[in-house]
């Protein structure tokens, strides 16, 4: 439950550094709305292969998922500065 919290945050924190600032309450509803929307459906999809191939098998598929994302922002995400806020500056 923790990791699970531990992944929100951080979803949360990329949120609000991809938010404009000019319009950042709108910004942050739409991505969190999409964010939320998606979850839903991957997790009725999950839930429906669940019951085909079984659980274990969906659970081994979750965890290879998250390996691959994790790794991907370790690799994508390592700028120091917030790539937004650095875009707003420069127009």
């Known amino acids: 439950m923790c990791l699970l919290h531990a992944c929100y945050a951080a979803a949360v924190t990329v949120t609000v550094d991809l938010c404009r600032q000019t319009s950042a309450g709108t910004d942050f509803t739409m991505l969190t709305t999409l964010a939320t929307g998606i979850s839903l459906a991957v997790g009725s999809l999950a839930v ?8 274990q098998a969906v659970l081994a598929g979750v965890v290879a998922l998250l390996a691959a994302g994790a790794a991907a922002v370790a690799l994508l995400f390592t700028e120091g500065a917030p ?9």
Not at 48 to 55: D, F, I, K, Q
């Open 48 to 55: 429906t292969v669940a019951g085909t191939l079984g659980y």
């Open 83 to 91: 790539a937004v806020k650095a875009r707003e500056g420069a127009g």
